[in-house]
């Protein structure tokens, strides 16, 4: 399967507790995003990477969050000291131009 | 303001039928992208069609068509012969090119097909 891979699927945290995601996109997408859904919301734009450079942060993305696309290929997202408020489904898409291909998404609870 | 706009939180049409889900987007940007995505119960966001700003025909793909009014800002998806399986959550997106190549996405419509 080639299609864009994210780990784990689930997690279930207490809060304050760290906790990161890994996000393996399809390979040569240089573009690599990270969007937070609720539940009965769209997508909330997080952050973007073009190759290994972080382009652009949403205001969403507290001191808390952090991204990394170390080698412009797979990619990490941390939230540290978790909130009951950061349950959500975090999903990753990559695109080499126009559309964006999405991951199954890291669906996490905050107890 | 809001970038998407999807007027309709919840749809249902009968099988075989065809429905028109509403989009409308709100961008300054010369160069952008329409999307559509399909979010099943599973969560996974499937990509449906896609549609340039400089694009002078309507996209089509199958049984999705999207029909773009450029100068009233609406990219509606437009789902013939509606199959029990197209029940989902449906997602308009638009990609602001210049804004580098950020995406917005709507609030979804919730679409349900009666056998």
């Known amino acids: 399967d080639t299609g864009v891979s994210q780990d784990p699927r689930h997690k279930i945290t207490k809060r304050g507790q760290n906790v990161t995601f890994r996000c393996d996109p399809i390979?040569?997408?240089?573009?690599l995003y990270w969007y937070r859904q609720t539940l009965g919301q769209g997508p909330e734009f997080l952050t973007y990477f073009q190759n290994e450079a972080q382009l652009e942060k949403s205001r969403l993305l507290s001191d808390r969050f952090s991204a990394e696309r170390p080698k412009g290929s797979f990619s990490t997202l941390e939230i540290q000291r978790t909130e009951q408020g950061d349950s959500a489904m975090y999903l990753c898409a990559s695109t080499p131009r126009e559309t964006q291909y999405f991951g199954p998404g890291t669906r996490l609870l905050v107890l | 303001a809001q970038k998407i706009t999807q007027t309709q939180p919840g749809m249902f049409v009968q099988e075989k039928e065809a429905v028109t889900l509403d989009c409308t987007y709100d961008?300054?940007?010369?160069?952008?992208?329409l999307f559509w995505y399909k979010q099943p119960s599973s969560g996974e966001m499937i990509f449906l069609i896609y549609?340039?700003?400089?694009?002078?025909q309507n996209a089509t793909e199958g049984r999705y068509s999207l029909n773009f009014q450029k100068a009233r800002k609406s990219a509606n998806l437009v789902i013939s012969a509606s199959q029990l399986g197209d029940s989902a959550m449906y997602f308009c997106?638009?990609?602001?090119?210049?804004?580098?190549?950020?995406?917005?996405f709507g609030s979804g419509t919730k679409l349900n097909v009666k056998p």
């Open positions: 390979s040569e997408h240089n573009r």
């Open positions: 961008t300054s940007d010369p160069s952008y992208g």
């Open positions: 997106a638009m990609r602001e090119v210049t804004a580098f190549n950020k995406f917005y």
């Open positions: 549609q340039g700003s400089y694009d002078q």
